[in-house]
């Protein structure tokens, strides 16, 4: 599975813009789902580049019961 950028997971606040990664996928250096950056370019190459699949338990349980009511 591969992340694309949503408008909808990026938020624009004082400082810039904060990342906030749908279930199922992670920031490659941690586990963490929200990450903030300066700029919108920065957001870009990240996303292209830092995004990986995540197998943690919250969203392996969110997954598990997304498929369930599909």
Not at 10 to 24: I, K, N, T, W
Request: glycine share 6%.
């Amino acid at each position: 599975m591969k992340y694309k950028l949503k408008k909808n997971d990026v938020d624009q606040c004082e400082d810039g813009y904060m990342v906030f990664l749908p279930y199922g996928f992670r920031w490659n250096d941690d586990i963490v789902h929200v990450r903030g950056f300066d700029t919108m370019a920065e957001v870009r190459a990240a996303a292209k580049t830092d995004v990986v699949e995540c197998g943690c338990l919250e969203c392996i349980k969110h997954l598990i019961v997304r498929r369930r009511t599909f």
